[in-house]
């Protein structure tokens, strides 16, 4: 059997960042479907499906409490910090921002996100979720820095608003990231 050279990167699809959620992505919960199709395809593929999440401590920086600029979100163990998506028992969850003193937009920023991809003999990676000018870019930006030829799944991305969303897509798209 040959080992599939891609992976299903899901950024960030949580509770707290769907409408009534803590941060919530305007009509975030609209790519949901989307997000489950790929899932389920990329599965059939035999590719790797990783979930990214954000995983806060309670005491976390990027919290208004501690001067950040976010009402406290996907706070561990909460139900804010659950999945919305299906994914399969066998898919890699990455906790990201899990320290109170660090931020992380990234799925790759401390974490063993990029080790994980190469043990798994992963080329190619696609990415869905939310939100385009945050975390997906910030993970897209980054699997492109590590080598790894990345596409954008313009489908089953949502964003805050429509103007930075369509910068993020252009830097992303500069950085060497395909949009499909």
């Avoid at 891609?6 to 949580?14: K, N, S």
């Avoid at 409408?19 to 949901?32: H, R, S, Y």
Wanted: aromatic share 8%; proline share 7%; net charge negative.
């Amino acid at each position: 059997m040959t080992v599939p050279e891609e992976a299903l990167i899901v950024v960030d699809m949580q509770r707290d960042f769907m409408p009534g959620g803590a941060l919530p992505v305007p009509d975030g919960d609209k790519i949901i479907p989307r997000c489950n199709e790929y899932i389920e395809e990329f599965r059939k593929r035999g590719a790797l499906i990783v979930a990214t999440r954000d995983w806060h401590p309670p005491d976390h920086i990027s919290f208004k409490e501690r001067g950040g600029p976010w009402p406290a979100h996907c706070v561990q163990n909460t139900p804010g910090a659950e999945f919305v998506v299906e994914l399969p028992a066998d898919a890699v969850i990455i906790s990201k921002a899990t320290e109170p003193d660090k931020e992380a937009y990234s799925g790759f920023e401390g974490t063993d996100l990029e080790e994980i991809l190469r043990k798994n003999g992963v080329k190619r990676v696609y990415i869905c979720g939310v939100a385009t000018e945050y975390c997906v870019k910030a993970t897209a930006l980054d699997a492109v820095k590590h080598g790894f030829e990345t596409y954008l799944l313009s489908d089953a991305v949502k964003g805050i608003t429509p103007e930075d969303e369509e910068r993020a897509l252009e830097e992303m798209k500069s950085a060497g990231v395909r949009i499909l």
